[in-house]
């Protein structure tokens, strides 16, 4: 338990934030959904690994438009019928400790809106470096 709850309840605050769909919590929902589950790989189906890195790497690429993209053609696919898995690089295993989590994010519990982007782009980066060869990105 950590100081401001679980860190299940946290992300259930952060949720909440995501589906009012404001600025700045909203646009970045598929984002911080993929650096949760990619840290509390034990709450989703294994097979989402895949794509959650997917979101991940988008959003360190090619920013929010790149993200928005995966998920515009996502939801097309599954209005059709025909969601696949992406044909994306496979999730790296982790290979080192978390450096920003969740809690971090929510800064006291309450998920400020100052400062927001700039943790968001944080937690990726974590993400990213727990998944690394090197502890350095």
């Not at 909440?16 to 034990?42: I, T």
């Not at 690429?61 to 025909?82: F, H, K, M, P, S």
């Not at 969740?102 to 944080?122: C, H, K, Q, W």
Request: aromatic fraction near 8%.
């Amino acid at each position: 338990m950590g100081r401001f709850g679980s860190c299940e309840d946290l992300f259930h605050v952060l949720l909440a934030l995501d589906h009012q769909r404001l600025a700045p919590w909203g646009p970045l929902h598929g984002v911080n959904v993929a650096c949760y589950y990619l840290q509390h790989p034990s709450t989703v189906p294994t097979n989402t690994a895949d794509g959650q890195w997917t979101m991940i790497e988008a959003y360190s690429t090619g920013g929010l438009e790149a993200v928005n993209q995966i998920q515009r053609r996502r939801v097309a696919q599954n209005r059709r019928g025909l969601f696949k898995p992406d044909d994306a690089t496979r999730a790296p295993a982790r290979m080192h400790p978390p450096r920003f989590t969740i809690e971090d994010l929510s800064v006291d519990g309450s998920f400020p809106a100052r400062g927001y982007a700039a943790r968001m782009n944080t937690w990726v980066s974590s993400v990213l470096s727990e998944r690394s060869r090197s502890s350095l990105i």
